[in-house]
T-cell receptor, first 113, second 115 residues
Framework: DTGVSQDPRHKITKRGQNVTFRCDPI?????LYWYRQTLGQGPEFLTY????????KSRLLSDRFSAERPKGSFSTLEIQRTEQGDSAMYLC???????????FGQGTRLTVV | AQSVAQPEDQVNVAEGNPLTVKCTYS??????LFWYVQYPNRGLQFLLK??????LVKGSYGFEAEFNKSQTSFHLKKPSALVSDSALYFC?????????????FGAGTRLAVHP
């Protein structure tokens, strides 16, 4: 499978715990995006990487959220001190430098109890 | 600021009938427009895009979309709906801010195709 891969697919955590999600983009894609989707809503942009550089962060990304993309390959999204409002589907997408459409992974569904 | 509006929360259509899912956009400059489909508990799948050229764009699974600059619309269409087309459809526009690009999505339209 050469698509975007996300792990885990589902995560249930207690409020206050830290969680980390991983995204493996399509190998030749240098652009990587994180989005958050809540029930009944469209995906909301969180952050954007070009290679290893994090070039843009949404105001939605509070200080509890951090994302990395070491060596411009896979990316991780960490949420510290999770809150119930963090419950959502977290989507990762990648695109090549010469294309315009983004290709999405299947997402990680986070439930904070 | 760039934005996308999908005025219908849900569209119901009988199998075999034509379907239209509406999208209007607001951008400064030339619009780059996209349609994605989402099945339950899945990520988004790319259907089609308009960058430039013909106003009628053909995409995956028999879908097409018509770009109308004067009406700032990019409606998704299919001549004959299938039950398997039932899903959540998102229109998106590529926005540029701070020199960087990202997709800005509408709220989505649920398509229900009835046998």
């Amino acid at each position: 499978d050469t698509g975007v891969s996300q792990d885990p697919r589902h995560k249930i955590t207690k409020r206050g715990q830290n969680v980390t999600f991983r995204c493996d983009p399509i190998s030749e894609h240098n652009r990587l995006y994180w989005y958050r989707q809540t029930l009944g809503q469209g995906p909301e942009f969180l952050t954007y990487f070009q290679n290893e550089a994090q070039l843009e962060k949404s105001r939605l990304l509070s200080d509890r959220f951090s994302a990395e993309r070491p060596k411009g390959s896979f990316s991780t999204l960490e949420i510290q001190r999770t809150e119930q409002g963090d419950s959502a589907m977290y989507l990762c997408a990648s695109s090549p430098s010469t294309g315009w459409e983004a290709f999405f992974g299947q997402g990680t569904r986070l439930t904070v109890v | 600021a760039q934005s996308v509006a999908q005025p219908e929360d849900q569209v119901n259509v009988a199998e075999g009938n034509p379907l239209t899912v509406k999208c209007t956009y607001s951008v400064s400059g030339n619009p780059y427009l996209f349609w994605y489909v989402q099945y339950p508990n899945r990520g988004l799948q790319f259907l089609l895009k308009y960058i430039t050229g013909d106003n009628l764009v053909k995409g995956s699974y028999g879908f097409e979309a018509e770009f109308n600059k004067s009406q700032t619309s990019f409606h998704l269409k299919k001549p004959s709906a299938l039950v398997s087309d039932s899903a959540l459809y998102f229109c998106a526009v590529r926005g540029f801010s701070g020199g960087y690009n990202k997709l800005i999505f509408g709220a989505g339209t649920r398509l229900a195709v009835h046998p």
